[in-house]
T-cell receptor, first 114, second 113 residues
Framework: GQNIDQPTEMTATEGAIVQINCTYQ??????LFWYQQHAGEAPTFLSYNVLDGLEEKGRFSSFLSRSKGYSYLLLKELQMKDSASYLCAVRDRLRSNSGYALNFGKGTSLLVTP | EAQVTQNPRYLITVTGKKLTVTCSQNMNHEYMSWYRQDPGLGLRQIYYSMNVEVTDKGDVPEGYKVSRKEKRNFPLILESPSPNQTSLYFC????????????FGQGTRLTVV
């Protein structure tokens, strides 16, 4: 495994903007992914970053800085249905067998309030 | 519809009774993996498979076995389940191309008493 850190919980108001940060350490970076997971359900893919910079996808954007080992997920125009856990995942290339591992942070539980 | 299917969704079993959780994908993905998710610990990888007959340990493989005899199936086997294996399990699949996302099954909630 590797260290992937993100805040445990965040709260934001409906209609607002929230930024969820993620820091990581990796030896064979092969992509950074963000997933959304509602309680008891499977994670669903939101976005991924390969190169440094901002990737925008509707109300969701994700930023990556590989030199700093840092990413954030930006959610705009928050809706109540955005209350969920957001998982930062790093794909790490393995030297041992040319495979890779997709390692997850512990997730950030986001509560959107009226 | 492209999907990853796990069965069963819920299972309560007793310590020591062998069980198998099945996972099947219809996207012709080479890469498949199993995770367990526990409160405060997040998703942890148990085993993964790069292709048919190629499997390897993840971060928490103790007490689990897998097999990959066909590309579409990747069952998780608990030979002698123990209460510390009570968890929510997810199967995932993806291509082996760089920067491609993983697709997850619906999850299996296992309770070992």
């Amino acid at each position: 495994g590797q260290n992937i850190d993100q805040p445990t919980e965040m709260t934001a108001t409906e209609g607002a903007i929230v930024q969820i940060n993620c820091t990581y350490q990796t030896s064979g970076f092969n992509g950074l992914f963000w997933y959304q997971q509602h309680a008891g359900e499977a994670p669903t893919f939101l976005s991924y970053n390969v190169l440094d910079g901002l990737e925008e996808k509707g109300r969701f954007s994700s930023f990556l800085s590989r030199s700093k080992g840092y990413s954030y997920l930006l959610l705009k125009e928050l809706q109540m249905k955005d209350s969920a856990s957001y998982l930062c995942a790093v794909r790490d290339r393995l030297r041992s067998n040319s495979g890779y591992a997709l390692n997850f942070g512990k997730g950030t539980s986001l509560l959107v309030t009226p | 519809e492209a999907q990853v299917t796990q069965n069963p969704r819920y299972l309560i079993t007793v310590t020591g009774k062998k069980l198998t959780v099945t996972c099947s994908q219809n996207m012709n993905h080479e890469y498949m993996s199993w995770y367990r998710q526990d409160p405060g610990l997040g998703l942890r990888q148990i085993y993964y498979s790069m292709n048919v007959e190629v499997t390897d340990k993840g971060d928490v493989p103790e007490g689990y076995k897998v097999s990959r005899k066909e590309k579409r199936n990747f069952p998780l086997i608990l030979e002698s389940p123990s209460p510390n294996q009570t968890s929510l399990y997810f199967c995932a699949s993806s291509t082996t191309e760089a920067y491609t996302e993983a697709f997850f099954g619906q999850g299996t909630r296992l309770t070992v008493v």
